[in-house]
């Protein structure tokens, strides 16, 4: 009985002990100073490197542009000889790039110890829709790149598209989906062969009866069929044929001779 009383007064000594070690915890180790001041000097060296003149923008370069020089473009960004390279802000003005229609991806660069480099990949127009007195600039996609009062020869200028509206740098919504798909195929052909400086116009109304004009010549090319032979065919044939010729030629049956077709 002895022995069972003192381990009821030893488990209660025990109990008391945890108590006042509950309400009086164990001090933490505090950092050393020098370790503090360390860590403070690191930060003060960092931030002066941040701020120094070292990395303060001296020139701004633009790289695999085509529609965009490198005024225009910082300007939009906000970027600026005198700017600290380290502090720009690179994502927000990649972000505010990539809101142009032309403009698929960009990237800024840093290139140590003071040059800032705009990089794009820009989207390439193919082919042209003609919109009230106007012209939709339409990519590979089909996407609406710009809306411009004049055209260049040297890609087609594509008619029978059915729409009532477009959004720019959206792919344009047609009522005839297959008339688009032609028309890009066909645009991504012409650029191909290079007809560069001639007009070329297509009309994709109507699946079977594909048609259109380069320069003076009205060119028949009927289905999708054997389409890049068609397409080259009449590249090789407008070189050698005089611009001032006026006629036509049927490649709808690429089985059959090709005659030119003088108009009487």
Request: proline share 4%; glycine share 6%.
């Amino acid at each position: 009985m002895k022995k069972g009383k003192s381990g009821k007064r030893q488990t209660g000594e025990e109990d008391r002990v945890r108590e006042l070690e509950y309400y009086h915890p164990k001090k933490r180790k505090q950092i050393p100073q020098k370790y503090i001041v360390g860590a403070a000097l690191v930060l003060l060296a960092g931030t002066a490197v941040m701020f120094s003149p070292v990395f303060t923008v001296k020139e701004i370069r633009l790289e695999h542009s085509k529609n965009f020089t490198t005024t225009e473009l910082a300007d939009e960004i906000g970027l600026a000889k005198g700017d600290n390279m380290i502090l720009f802000s690179r994502l927000r003005a990649e972000n505010i790039l990539k809101k142009n229609p032309y403009i698929q991806h960009a990237d800024l660069i840093m290139e140590l110890p003071s040059t800032m480099v705009i990089s794009l990949t820009e989207r390439k127009v193919r082919a042209y829709i003609p919109y009230m007195d106007s012209y939709l600039y339409i990519d590979e996609e089909g996407r609406v790149l710009d809306i411009q009062d004049t055209y260049e020869p040297g890609l087609p200028l594509v008619e029978g598209l059915q729409f009532s509206e477009f959004h720019l740098g959206d792919i344009i919504e047609v009522e005839n989906a297959e008339s688009l798909r032609i028309m890009l195929q066909i645009s991504q052909m012409v650029e191909k062969y290079d007809f560069k400086n001639t007009e070329v116009t297509l009309d994709v109304s109507d699946h079977q009866n594909i048609h259109g004009h380069v320069g003076n010549v009205q060119v028949l090319l009927g289905t999708m069929d054997n389409m890049d032979q068609k397409i080259r065919t009449i590249a090789e044939f407008v070189k050698v044929r005089p611009k001032e010729d006026r006629g036509s030629i049927d490649l709808r049956d690429p089985s059959k001779r090709i005659i030119f077709q003088y108009l009487t």
